[in-house]
T-cell receptor, first 113, second 109 residues
Framework: EPEVTQTPSHQVTQMGQEVILRCVPI?????FYWYRQILGQKVEFLVS????????KSEIFDDQFSVERPDGSNFTLKIRSTKLEDSAMYFC???????????FGEGSWLTVV | GEDVEQSLFLSVREGDSSVINCTYT??????LYWYKQEPGAGLQLLTY?????DMKQDQRLTVLLNKKDKHLSLRIADTQTGDSAIYFC?????????FGKGTRLSVIA
């Protein structure tokens, strides 16, 4: 069964460092998303991406964050200068042409120290 | 914006049925979803229901939708220890998906 894959599964980084989280969405999907889940809290929407541009973003997705689809298969989330409060599980997701069913990856656990 | 509420914990005995409930606020939601998260794992799409349906059954899973009361439930028949996980209700809202806080299901052998 096709799946969304994410790397790394776990990353520890120092405060102020840049982090890039990588995702390979399901191959024929057109909509891509990043969500995050701070430990013990709700899963929160960060950003959606369609047709090579951001289609929606939340208040959380400030200037520290950026997304990119550098080639036909990868979708990345960059955090420019990490803060302690960026520590969370980051989920990549994708959906097909109707955008209705959203499939999530296993997540990348980011720890900022 | 959309708000999704779930009870946080549910404990059942193996073999019993589990019913996880969810309420939401946005009546325009078209698809409503249930995701399962096992410890340390990602969000697995478990099932979903289209808003013009009242019920959807998929093997041991039954989803019930009461649009008037904006209430969604997930019933797991013959609950097994492998069903222990956090179950998230999710509906489209002001973002592509708005999640509840999740219901932690514990299955007692």
């Amino acid at each position: 069964e096709p799946e969304v894959t994410q790397t790394p599964s776990h990353q520890v980084t120092q405060m102020g460092q840049e982090v890039i989280l990588r995702c390979v969405p399901i191959s024929n999907h057109l909509y891509f998303y990043w969500y995050r889940q701070i430990l013990g809290q709700k899963v929160e929407f960060l950003v959606s991406f369609y047709n090579n541009e951001i289609s929606e973003k939340s208040e959380i997705f400030d200037d520290q964050f950026s997304v990119e689809r550098p080639d036909g298969s990868n979708f990345t989330l960059k955090i420019r200068s990490t803060k302690l409060e960026d520590s969370a599980m980051y989920f990549c997701a994708s959906s097909g042409t109707n955008g209705n069913t959203i499939y999530f990856g296993e997540g990348s656990w980011l720890t900022v120290v | 914006g959309e708000d999704v509420e779930q009870s946080l914990f549910l404990s059942v005995r193996e073999g019993d049925s589990s019913v996880i409930n969810c309420t939401y606020t946005d009546s325009s939601s078209t698809y409503l979803y249930w995701y399962k998260q096992e410890p340390g794992a990602g969000l697995q799409l478990l099932t979903y229901i289209f808003s013009n349906m009242d019920m959807k059954q998929d093997q041991r899973l039954t989803v019930l939708l009461n649009k008037k009361d904006k209430h969604l439930s997930l019933r797991i028949a013959d609950t097994q220890t492998g069903d222990s996980a956090i179950y998230f209700c999710a509906v489209p809202g002001n973002t592509p998906l708005v999640f509840g806080k999740g219901t932690r299901l514990s299955v007692i052998a």
